[in-house]
């Protein structure tokens, strides 16, 4: 079952306070808009990060509580649904993603960040808007 997490992370910038996690997941998902507005600007083809894109949304995702479908995890991904399907099984592989049957419908396979990816996206996320960066 996907869970909300709602409590802070502690910042890598040690004078900067931390950012409850909805916070986070707002800038994941700030992130990920100036990529789509980029790739419609310059082109999708010359600055794909499929497997990025993916972890954001996957983060963001994560921190409101909603599940995510391994269907929509292709759409996020920015790339075709063969690349993604291929990079969803490395990471799976890895153990850096966890998949499991849908229990509302058994059709439909669900897909979430492993523990650790997510708290080490929660602590990158967390220094870059400590620093401003964008």
């Known amino acids: 079952m996907t869970m909300a997490f709602d409590g802070p992370i502690p910042t890598a910038h040690p004078d900067a306070p ?3 996690l909805p916070a986070l997941g707002q800038y994941a998902r700030r992130l990920l808009a100036q990529r789509r507005r980029r790739d419609q600007l310059l082109g999708a083809d010359l600055f794909g990060e499929p497997i990025w894109d993916m972890c954001l949304d996957l983060f963001a995702n994560a921190v409101e509580g ?8 292709c759409i996020a991904s920015g790339t075709s649904t063969t690349t993604a399907l291929r ?6 592989d890895r153990g850096l993603l966890l998949r499991r049957q849908d229990a509302s419908d058994g059709r ?6 492993a523990p650790m990816l997510f708290e080490q996206l929660a602590h990158l996320l967390q220094s870059w808007r400590a620093s401003g960066e964008e």
Do not use: D, T
């Not at 909603?66 to 995890?73: F, N, Q």
């Not at 439909?108 to 960040?113: I, P």
């Open 66 to 73: 909603r599940p995510v479908s391994i269907s929509s995890l």
């Open 108 to 113: 439909r396979v669900l897909v979430e960040l």
């Open 18 to 20: 931390p950012l409850p």
């Open 87 to 92: 990079h969803i099984a490395m990471l799976v």
